[in-house]
């Protein structure tokens, strides 16, 4: 009997895969890919450039030697400022061929204020009302592809808190990457969240979170890397997100779609040995859901 175990995948910087220079040591792809495959997820995200192949046929070709798939990937797109319209029109197409080629099915957008990812200010009407058309510009552009677009929620981006979030819902209706770790940062309770718009969860990412090293990051006077080498995502069931909660309600109301347990890791101590290192807390976060999880989906 398939259960929601079945649709259970990973993420690149599960293992510390980013592209942020000095987050810290990079595994080798040969080897993550191995790890991935052997604790038998199906299916990865593409991860940091560099991390897989830059050609879609490469992406499937690499993949199918691990039996694994690609699910898609995170998308930095800019949709408030109309000087950067064409630019996101054709990154969007870009990266929407790539996928569909490589047998994706979710663009996973994050709503950057520039290019360099600076500090987003407060976004004037004119502003939100181009970003909301955007939107729906993009969900066209993946349509064509056969790929569900799925908003990113995100530690310094245009949509950040519970505001944002709130913002987009009554503004548009694209739908949600539903990220368990960085809803709760932003003040949304993802239990809620899953309950209140279930009809605009496409995508979901597991992350759990130290709350408690939480204030710093959003008054902008500590970096989500720095946050992160210091321990903010822990691994499921660690930390103060109700993941169990999240996936029950999802269940209930017949979600079907990928879990991917995205436990944003930074390798600062030189890289671990064979079979150490973030596939151990990978390891404990499968470990939950198995163990305290699903049976409560059981019941």
Known sequence: MSTFLDRVASAPISWGICEVPGWGAMLPTPRVLTEMSGLGLPATELGAPGFLPTSPEDVKAELAKYDMTLIGGFTPVILHDPAMREWTINEARRVADLFQRAGATEFISAIVYDQDWSVPRPLNADERKH???MFGLIDEICAEHGLNQVLHSHVQTVVETKDD?????EGCDVGFCLDTGHMAIGGQDPVEFAKMAFDR????????VDLSLVPPVLARE???MTATQEGLFTPLGQGDVDI???VEALESRGY????????????????PAEGEGPIEQVVTSLDYLRDAVAPRLAK
Do not use: R
Not at 165 to 169: A, G, P, R, S, Y
């Open 131 to 133: 970003m909301m058309e």
């Open 165 to 169: 979030i709130d913002m987009v819902l």
């Open 201 to 208: 969860v496409g995508h979901v990412h597991l992350k759990d």
């Open 222 to 224: 500590k970096s989500l």
């Open 244 to 246: 169990a909660g999240v």
């Open 256 to 271: 079907d779609g990928w879990y991917v347990i995205e436990q944003d890791t930074a390798i600062t101590d030189g890289l």
